[in-house]
């Protein structure tokens, strides 16, 4: 609805879109509720990922608005966060929105005493452009700084399906075996078929499909093989599902990315600090395992494993257990075919 109300605006009256007050409800409680991503819904549907997938769509309809007239987006409340104790004009409720906390980026678990106080919610990483389905992306290991990359695989091997990985220098200029597209799985308003008022049967469970970019031999994706046991490789497998099923899909291959190093904003209360490193770092989840995407030197070489976290996540963030646990994401500006050397 969305999507062809502003192509009716950018086409018809050929004037640029900014769509303003977005947003539903991550936990209950707050106005407006929304009845597309399940908040305003009986019994109540919505979360924290149903919330980041709103901004996701919402996000490629405004990038896809016809004649490049998509301007933007604000959203209902997006600071909101009660004060609890605070006097006076900044009491509770005094300003209406800060009772839309439930509505905002930030955890309104402000029981004393909480570590969750305020920390960033996951639907920060739709907007701040990290989880973009209309971008490519490269991730930086905190190890090295160098970027994940398939492995070199040989010329005359077009129907291998399987590739090691392996992090390589990150030169400026980003090769498709570097490049990562990030969807969520089962998350594309696109293609839903269900009819008000049953919920989009394409909210996303949560995770996503890391794909990469290199496709001459078909689509490959990070997946841990089906492997539960910390240590174990993580690998460029074949796609056995498509980004947008919501049936026969392979937890294997699905992914959450959570922030790292966000202890909410009252250290006293963080009994647990994540391991600090400069720069914004994350944690990437598989669904199946709930271990984490790992880069780990071994005899000289770097080895892209599954590993166990310092702590599993609570909603917000997760601890790592070392540097190869963090990951940059960066979207490529520069890209460049991939080629492989022949002596």
């Given amino acids: 609805m969305e999507e062809a109300n502003i192509a009716t605006e950018t086409t018809g009256l050929e004037i640029p879109v900014f769509t303003a007050e977005d947003g539903v409800e991550y936990t209950l409680g707050g106005s407006p509720t929304d009845a597309w991503y399940g908040s305003a819904l009986t019994p109540f ?25 998509g301007m933007g987006m604000d959203c209902w409340a997006c600071e909101a966060s009660p004060i609890p104790g ?7 409720g005094v300003y209406g929105y800060w009772v839309n906390a439930a509505l905002g980026l930030f955890d309104f678990s402000y029981a004393t005493g ?14 701040g452009g990290k989880v973009d389905p209309t971008l490519s992306y490269k991730l930086v290991s905190a190890v090295n700084g160098h970027i994940l990359e398939t492995a070199d695989a040989a010329f005359f091997e077009p129907s291998k399906h399987s590739d090691p990985l392996r ?9 498709l075996h570097q490049q990562w597209q990030i969807l969520a799985q089962s ?3 696109e293609v ?8 989009m049967d394409h909210l996303g469970d949560g995770y996503f ?26 690998s460029g497998n074949i796609q056995t599902a ?4 919501i049936m026969e899909t392979n937890a294997s291959q699905e992914w959450d990315i959570i922030t790292a190093g966000n202890c909410g904003d009252i250290p006293a209360n963080c009994k647990t600090p994540p391991l600090t490193a400069n720069g914004d770092y994350y944690m990437i989840v598989n669904k199946a395992s709930g271990l984490v995407l790992s880069a780990v030197e071994k005899g000289g070489e770097i080895v892209i494993e599954q590993q166990t976290p310092a702590a599993a996540s609570n909603g917000d963030w997760m601890v790592p257990a070392n540097k190869g646990q963090l990951w940059q994401i960066f979207p490529v500006h520069i890209t460049a075919e991939r080629y492989v050397a022949i002596r």
């Fill in 86 to 92: 605070a006097g006076g004009v900044w009491a509770n």
């Fill in 167 to 175: 992090t390589g220098f990150d030169t400026g200029v980003t090769s």
């Fill in 187 to 189: 998350g594309d308003a």
């Fill in 192 to 199: 839903n078929n269900a009819v008000y008022p049953t919920p």
């Fill in 209 to 234: 499909q890391i794909i990469n970019m290199d496709q001459k031999h078909g689509v490959h994706v990070l997946d841990a093989n089906g492997d539960t046991t910390p240590g174990s490789l993580v």
């Fill in 242 to 245: 498509q980004a947008t099923a």
């Fill in 114 to 127: 909480s570590y969750l106080d305020n920390a960033v919610l996951p639907s920060m990483l739709a907007l």
């Fill in 45 to 69: 549907d919505g979360s924290r990922a149903h919330e980041r997938q709103f901004f996701i769509d919402l996000n490629r309809v405004e990038k896809n608005a016809p004649n490049n007239l």
